[in-house]
């Protein structure tokens, strides 16, 4: 099923309001007022003594129908709303709604069979909009989704400035598998509409996966600068979590990883529990090498009830930091929790000889800081034998020291892979 669109607004139907008198305008009165409240069951019963009383009223078996479809009662919502079609098909309000109602339960072939046999052209360009929208929906269900586009190419030569339907023939295009136009029709769609963030979302969602599977360098820069700007526009005047979200993955995608940075951070200030927001500012710390950053937000993000396969990701790169970061036992402790075991088994390995180095080391740099405060004091003392042994001794000892450091770098580059 597709879900069910916005109601045209009930004002529409005012002027007809006038046909109704005495206890039928209570009703239809008080139906109103319940529907626009949401309450539909007991708009229903409103709106069924308004047909009782007027059988002839098509706005009245309208609003029945359409109280019935917000509370999913199809059949007669059905019933009532082919009614008011009957008595009213002049009405576009009345074809409209039953077209949309058929769709709704998945009769497409019907809907489209009653829009294809509505007149459309007294009426205005949004009404317009809304059948030909309708119709290629139509069509797409039904495996015909060159002939929606074909429609829609129509329509829009006559109103190319409808953000409705670029946003229709984004759908079309997407439905023949044509990527490029889909990404062109989107990015129409909130350049004219710039209120309508679904169409920017999925334009920047396009525009990224074409840069994924682009294949060339220039090209997948020229979709990745698309997907930026949209985004950027998005988060900028509206920067909700979603937005900052889609900025940051843009940016992070387009190896912008400041800017990610800026636009994770900014998710990560409003929704400082959202596991997704925390691991996200982690990667991206990464990948500028902040590297004890990027373990602060992961941690944060572990303990934010990240859902397996988020977990999954956030223990196996806690497990690369932690080992660049040569804190191997805890780095394998991750990699084990990230289903790594062979990892987790090297790093083991590892440990206990780096272990021995790195205290070594620390032995190594305590015994260098002596030797040069003892230099220090001999010189105070005049002691130029002195000093030289000191010295002596210092330079033994700093350059074990720069081969321990020498070794440990390139199992650090091992170990950061």
Known sequence: MIP??????????????VLATGPVAADWNAGRQLYNEGRFAEAAVHFQETVGSNPNWPSGYLMLGRCQLAMEEYDEALENLRTAVELGPDDPTNTVTLARALMTVDLYAEARELLDGFDVDGLPPEWKAEVARMQAAC??????????????????AGDPNS??????IAAAHRAVGDRTATLDDLTRAFQLDPADHASGRSAVIAALALAADAGDDELAAGYYDRAVEIADELATTSPDY??????????FAAGRFETAAGWFGAAVKSRPQQPTAQFDLGRTMAALD??????????????????AELATRIHGQLGRLLACSLKLPEAARHYRAAGDNDRADEIDTLSGGLSEALERLVTLRNSAAEFARMEAR????????GVTAMSDQRKVINREIAAIEGNLSEVRAALCR
């Not at 953000?163 to 229709?168: F, G, I, K, Q, T």
């Not at 004890?292 to 990240?306: M, T, Y």
């Not at 001999?378 to 034998?385: C, F, N, P, Q, V």
């Open 163 to 168: 953000a409705a339907l670029n946003r229709a």
């Open 290 to 307: 902040h590297n004890q950053e990027a373990i602060v937000h992961l941690r944060a993000a572990l303990g934010a009830a990240p859902d």
């Open 378 to 385: 001999l010189d105070e003392l005049g002691d130029a034998k």
């Open 139 to 156: 069509l797409i269900e039904e495996n015909r989704a060159a002939d929606a586009v074909a429609l829609l190419e129509t329509c829009l």
């Open 242 to 251: 979603e937005n900052t979200m889609l900025a940051g993955e843009a940016a």
């Open 4 to 17: 069910l669109r916005s109601v045209l607004v009930i004002t529409a139907l005012a002027a007809a309001v």
